[in-house]
């Protein structure tokens, strides 16, 4: 339908994008038969049977071990390049790609090889591709503090090479309290920063995030529902929210598309935006969350389209000279 074309091929930002959870299974076999990394599933099909999620911390654990096989410089490039092959597709114009060196560095991989390889394959994602594309480097909440302050500092040789921070994995009994300090030393290197809020955790969490870490948007938020205050609140300050519609059925988050709050959070005046978190995990890229979300709203036409394309341009950090090429 028209509307579909529309969507497709509408200019839009991916502001929310796990790059380790772009690594397709296919990807996943060739680079741990490259590297002579052994995983705990006899193939391609196998692997792919294990994605049946029941909450987040399933999906990590599976989440994790496909990572395992990530060694090289060059192993960080092609898992960039696959996924802005795609992004490209989707007429994505602009990605800020989160990345995990904790995950990388716990087996030994130094900071330089993960940031980069993926930060070569950003360049060529503009040169090759017109995408514009920068990293987030996130770190994992279920680790200490002084484990972030450290990588933060191991990071700081490639500071240029990423243009903010994030708070990503387990978030229940990881409030963003515990991440004040560090997430302050980012603020004081004009770092910009962003956290997971409200995907499991209560609405107190995307309370915190904004209080206490001094964030631009809030990762998923979608919990944000259930505290009519924080939804004023959201709304007055447009705190843009990266909403993933399909990493929410698949982690359970929400039952089906057509439970999903977007729509409600949306229509209160919030600065939603839509993503694809971890493609090759949840059953599609940024078309497919697109696509299957107006499918579960057929009063939805262009002008939620267009709103949504335009929300997601509005809270890139992309310069201003990029932003006035969108306009
Ligand atoms: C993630 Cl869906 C999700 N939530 C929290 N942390 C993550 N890391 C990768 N995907
Ligand atoms: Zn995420």
Redo the contacts with the bound molecule.
């Keep these: 339908s028209a509307l579909r074309g529309l969507l497709a091929r509408m200019p839009k930002a991916e502001l929310h994008i ?1 790059i380790e ?1 772009s690594l397709e299974p296919e990807l996943i076999f060739a680079l741990a038969e490259r590297n002579g990394v052994t995983l705990p599933y006899a193939g391609v099909e196998a692997l792919r049977a294990a994605y049946a999620f029941t909450d ?1 911390q399933s ?2 654990d599976i ?1 994790y071990a496909g990572a395992s096989v990530l060694l090289q410089e060059q192993d960080f490039y092609d898992m960039a390049w696959a996924y802005f092959e795609k992004a490209a597709q989707d007429h994505v114009v602009h990605a800020e790609l989160f990345f ?1 060196p904790q995950t990388h560095t716990a087996r030994g991989v130094s900071v330089g090889t993960v940031i980069q390889g993926l930060s070569r394959a950003c360049t060529d994602a503009q040169q090759r591709l017109g995408v514009s594309a920068s990293l987030i480097l996130c770190f994992l909440r279920h680790l200490s503090e002084d484990d972030a302050l450290s990588t933060l500092e191991d990071a700081l040789p490639w500071r240029d090479h990423f243009i903010g921070v994030g708070l ?2 387990s ?1 229940r009994g990881h409030p963003p309290s515990k991440f004040a300090r560090v997430f302050a030393r980012c603020g004081e290197l004009g770092l910009h920063r962003v956290a ?1 809020a409200g ?1 499991e955790g209560p609405p107190a969490y995307v309370e915190e995030a904004l209080d206490l870490l001094h964030v631009e948007r809030i990762d998923h938020g979608v919990r944000s529902i259930e505290s009519p205050a924080l939804m004023q609140r959201l709304a007055r300050e447009r705190v843009p929210l990266t909403v ?1 519609p399909l ?1 929410n059925v698949k ?1 359970c988050v929400v039952p089906d598309l057509t439970a999903h709050p977007l729509p409600q959070l949306l229509t209160a005046g919030l600065a939603v935006t839509i993503n694809s ?2 493609p090759a995990y949840f059953g599609g890229y940024l078309n497919d969350n697109f696509l299957a979300l107006f499918a579960a709203q057929p009063q939805w036409g262009a002008r939620e389209a267009y709103e949504l394309a335009r929300n997601s341009l509005a809270a890139s950090f992309a310069p201003p000279q990029q932003r006035a090429v969108w306009q």
């Design positions: 796990h959870g987040l999906f990590l989440y995990d990503d994995s978030e997971h995907e993933c990493s982690l978190d971890d």
